[in-house]
């Protein structure tokens, strides 16, 4: 599948962001060069050396980091940083370590507001700064481990002080009923609205606490503690258990519920359950029960329909269960998050249904999303006569096949325990003492390891 999807976006989209397969051409917009960017550690680990190879020189001669037009922080974070700091740490190439700190410092402008809270969008071109009314949660939560690692890389601290000044400011700011809202003023340091979400525009945010943690080797106890009070502040107020028994993490509108369930929050299963081991003792087999039924839910939006393929959002309520209710919710963009939390769990307890689960997901994708010339999202999970949309997403090819690969593989490619994914499927190392330099110069015993598990 991977094969797949890269031979045809270097036939038809090379250079550009993502493939139309339908169309055979690409989409660009912001940096160009997405795709190969987000692809360049799934290829390595599968062992395609030859399409690694080709995507390294485009990396070398042809990623222009000045290009014009405006970019999402947090998009040019999770795939350019994150993809080209992954690809250094797997390979050891100084290409990749040059190009992130060129990066990484074009970056840095982003974060001169009055409250540090970085602005969301930036124009590439000048690397001036478009206003914005708020910050999104889930945005400027998702630098830290990108950004720590741009410390450790670049020797300056400045990275690293950049992200622990938004996390001091949202530990000291006032939240309601311990929750995070979703936007916050970059200028007055406030919360604009209350609207708390584990889906869109919040998710991430909560991962880099749980990952920072476990990244540090888990001496960040800071991020520690905030991620463990916001999951008890999201299982009292949050968490919820549908009439037909399946758990499911709603939405918070300044108090009132609302009975919805995004296909992003499906990250969470597996969030809790990388979790689950340094919370309380006692806890423990109440997180990895909890990151259980959240991963079953999410498995049942997908059972539920007519291509076995999850909506983007679905609903409790109206007598409906784990299924869209509305139209605009019923498409599937090739997401990763159910998978992901399905690789996750079978990490975690080598239960044979996540591969199962996972198995239904890779036939579904196969039969309803391939199409002659790639991988294309569709319109409506629940017609049996399905309408594609014309997208290859690049974090198709970073992460759902990524994630689906891993699940099938042995633990000990890419282990937990030396490994945190970021937000885009990207794996970077646990920063153990004296342990990064470790890992560009043991790339030679990595490639042994990733060769392809037959």
């Avoid at 890419?414 to 970077?428: G, I, R, S, Y």
Wanted: aromatic share 12%; with cysteine; proline share 4%.
């Amino acid at each position: 599948m991977m094969k797949f999807a890269w031979d045809n976006y270097k036939s038809y989209a090379w250079g550009k962001n993502e493939l139309r397969p339908l169309t055979r051409n690409g989409h660009i917009g912001g940096l160009r060069g997405a795709t190969i960017i987000d692809s360049l550690d799934t290829l390595y680990i599968m062992g395609l050396t030859e399409d690694y190879k080709e995507a390294k020189e485009w990396v070398q001669n042809n990623l222009d980091l000045n290009s014009n037009g405006e970019a999402s922080l947090f998009e040019v974070n999770i795939r350019y940083v994150g993809g080209l700091l992954s690809a250094y740490y797997l390979t050891g190439e100084e290409v990749f370590k040059q190009k992130v700190l060129e990066l990484g410092e074009k970056l840095l402008p982003a974060f001169g507001t009055p409250t540090g809270i970085p602005r969301g969008v930036i124009n590439l071109g000048s690397w001036g700064w478009a206003s914005a009314g708020s910050s999104i949660l889930a945005e400027f939560g998702t630098l830290h481990l990108e950004f720590v690692h741009l410390s450790e890389l670049s020797g300056n601290p400045i990275y690293t002080e950049k992200v622990m000044n938004i996390r001091k400011l949202l530990d000291k700011i006032e939240k309601p009923h311990g929750l995070y809202p979703n936007f916050l003023s970059p200028v007055s340091g406030n919360w604009v609205q209350h609207h708390v979400s584990l889906g869109g525009l919040g998710d991430s945010f909560y991962e880099y606490l749980i990952k920072s943690y476990l990244m540090s080797d888990k001496t960040d106890e800071e991020a520690k503690r905030m991620y463990y009070s916001a999951l008890e502040a999201i299982e009292t107020n949050l968490v919820q258990k549908s009439p037909g028994g399946l758990t499911y993490v709603a939405e918070w509108r300044g108090g009132v519920l609302d009975h919805k369930m995004g296909h992003l929050a499906c990250f969470s299963g597996g969030m809790v359950g990388i979790g689950a081991d340094d919370g309380a003792p006692e806890k423990r087999q109440h997180y990895l029960d909890l990151a259980a039924e959240i991963t079953h839910t999410c498995h049942e939006s997908y059972s539920r329909s007519a291509t076995k393929l999850g909506p983007e959002a679905f609903r409790f309520d109206g007598g409906a269960e784990a299924t869209a209710t509305r139209l605009s919710d019923r498409y599937y963009i090739l997401r990763p998050e159910v998978i992901e939390s399905y690789m996750y769990m079978w990490r975690l307890t080598h239960d044979p249904k996540y591969r199962q689960w996972g198995w239904e997901a890779v036939e579904a994708l196969e039969k309803h999303c391939r199409v002659e010339d790639g991988f294309s999202g569709i319109r409506d999970v629940y017609a049996s006569t399905v309408s594609h949309d014309n997208m290859q997403q690049s974090f198709f090819l970073s992460e759902t096949l990524k994630y689906l690969y891993l699940l099938f593989s042995d633990d000990d490619l890419l282990p937990l325990d030396d490994w945190v994914f970021n937000t885009e499927a990207h794996p970077l190392p646990v920063i153990r003492q004296s342990c990064l330099q470790e890992h560009a110069g043991t790339r030679d015993t990595q490639q042994q390891q990733q060769t392809h598990p037959e």
